[in-house]
Structures are given as structure tokens and as C-alpha cells.
């Protein structure tokens, strides 16, 4: 069976701190696909990256890195130097090369104070 | 700007009063998706359309349909809405359904039912 898991609920920190998001999956597949999405208040889900299972290198997007470690099954998320404007609800999901569902985390709400 | 374009943003119903949610999207994307998502949960999925092809998750409520008149457009019909039918919905798309597919998100629908 496949499951996501992100354990943090909820994270707040002051603007312009580092922040990293949790994400652990589970599959026995090979071939799958891992996702992060942000939900802002207005409700959009936003996608920001997919990582598919052959590729391990972290990927950096401006403030954005995300660090992906098939050893541990983790595809965690960090912002540097945080803003207002990435309070969210950020969810990690997992799809497996052959079948159309997401599986999906429970959300990490994130706040980032001023 | 491709997108996905839902229509109400907000929609407020009767309990027991037919309503019909709307989404269009000009990806040309051949694979439409209907969401349901409750406060502080993760999507979960209702049903799908690949092209034509109508494929329904074996726990949606019969409560529930869709149509799709063609590749743009895809409706959510909700026969009798009951109280707990209140929600987000969010319609996604995609250009298939396995591989490297990635599914974008329109703004979501919020449901009100009194």
C-alpha cells in the first residue's frame, strides 16, 4: 500500500527564517512520482515541483529547495529567508507511474509571522 | 495564460436544491478531474474524465455526477446536497494518466449549503 505522511500539523516561524517541510512516503513501486503543492488562503492548489523516482538530485528554485533521499523515503521542502507570502497549507503527494491517483499528505500549514 | 477557470467562486445552495459547478480550461488537456476537499483535509478525488471516458471512485456518492460536452469544459452536478456536501471543490487537469503527468489546479468552488 502506498502512503504519504508529513508529520508537522502545523509550523510557524518569524518572516526571514529557514523552514523545511517533512514528507515520507511509502511504495514498493519503482517508477513513481513525488509532487508538492501550496494552498494559499484563496484555495488554489499550486503546484511547485514533480520529482520522479530515478532522479535524486535536489532541486533549487529561488527561495525553494527540495531535498529527495530514496535511503530514507523523504522528499522534504525548505524555504530560505521566509516571507509572509508563503503562509500556506503545503501538501506532499505521491503517483505511481501507472495509475492516475494522487496520494496525498495530510498538509503542513504553514505561518510565517512579520 | 493557459489555466484552469472554475466558475462560481462561491456558491451558495438549499439543502436538498440541485446545483451544477463549472470548470473550463484551455491546456487542451485530455484528462479532467473533480475534487472534494474539506476544511483541513487533503483533496479527495471524486472522479475523472479521460476524453469521454467517465471513471467514478468506488466511494463517490451517487449524489455526485458529471458531464464533460467537450474537451474544454467539465460539470459537477450535485442532485441533492446535503449539509455535509459543503466544501471546496477543486477541478484539475492533465495531459494523461500515468508517466510524467502532472496534474493543475483551478481555483476551487466554495460550497455553501443552508
Known amino acids: ?114 | 495564460d493557459a489555466m484552469v477557470i472554475q466558475n462560481p467562486r462561491y456558491q451558495v445552495t438549499q439543502f436538498g436544491k440541485p446545483v451544477t459547478l463549472s470548470c473550463s480550461q484551455t491546456l487542451n488537456h485530455n484528462v479532467m478531474y473533480w475534487y472534494q476537499q474539506k476544511s483541513s483535509q487533503a483533496p479527495k478525488l471524486l472522479f475523472h474524465y479521460y476524453d469521454k471516458d467517465f471513471n467514478n471512485e468506488a466511494d463517490t456518492p451517487d449524489n455526485f455526477q458529471s458531464r464533460r460536452p467537450n474537451t474544454s469544459f467539465c460539470f459537477l452536478d450535485i442532485r441533492s446536497p446535503g449539509l455535509g456536501d459543503a466544501a471546496m471543490y477543486l477541478c484539475a487537469t492533465s495531459g494523461r494518466t500515468e508517466g510524467t503527468d502532472t496534474q493543475y489546479f483551478g481555483p476551487g468552488t466554495r460550497l455553501t449549503v443552508l
Not at chain 1, 509532487?35 to 488562503?41: D, E
Open chain 1, 1 to 114: 500500500a502506498q502512503k504519504v505522511t508529513q508529520a508537522q500539523t502545523e509550523i510557524s516561524v518569524v518572516e526571514k527564517e529557514d523552514v523545511t517541510l517533512d514528507c515520507v512516503y511509502e511504495t514498493r513501486d519503482t517508477t513513481y512520482y513525488l509532487f508538492w503543492y501550496k494552498q494559499p488562503p484563496s484555495g488554489e492548489l499550486v503546484f511547485l515541483i514533480r520529482r520522479n523516482s530515478f532522479d535524486e538530485q535536489n532541486e533549487i528554485s529561488g527561495r525553494y529547495s527540495w531535498n529527495f533521499q530514496k535511503s530514507t523515503s523523504s522528499f522534504n521542502f525548505t524555504i530560505t529567508a521566509s516571507q509572509v507570502v508563503d503562509s500556506a497549507v503545503y501538501f506532499c503527494a505521491l503517483r505511481l507511474y501507472s495509475n492516475y491517483q494522487l496520494i496525498w499528505g495530510a498538509g503542513t500549514k504553514l505561518i510565517i509571522k512579520p
